[in-house]
């Protein structure tokens, strides 16, 4: 059974920064494409960067030069590292592969306010 757990949440105030990281228990973890996702009181999950296995990234335009998404495939994990945050990344975030077919884990929370 493949496990995802989420760390490094927590509560900042506007402006500041957290390092997110998720760690797999995937034996092909490797060749997946990663990717980070949150999801907000009241809203439906979004997906906000992806990693393919090769390093490309990709990232929401409400994240965009904010957040990067890294990897180590050696020790199957996924990290974000999130600057300048907002109010509005306010929400549990999760890991999964890019087709979110993998277990969900149970999050890391992360709460930007004042």
């Known amino acids: 059974q493949v496990q995802l757990v989420e760390s490094g949440g927590g509560l900042v105030q506007p402006g500041e920064s957290l390092r997110l990281s998720c760690a797999a228990s995937?034996?092909?973890?490797?060749?997946?494409?990663m990717g980070w996702y949150r999801q907000a009181p009241g809203k439906q999950r979004e997906l906000v960067a992806l990693?393919?296995?090769?390093?490309?990234?990709n990232y929401a335009d409400s994240v965009k030069g904010r957040f990067t998404i890294s990897r180590d495939n050696a020790k199957k994990t996924v990290a974000l590292q999130m600057n300048s945050l907002k109010p509005e990344d306010t929400a549990v975030y999760f890991c999964n592969r890019q087709t979110a077919d993998l277990p969900w884990g149970q999050g890391t929370q992360v709460t930007v306010s004042s």
């Open positions: 990693i393919t296995s090769g390093g490309n990234t």
């Open positions: 995937a034996i092909f973890f490797s060749i997946y494409t």
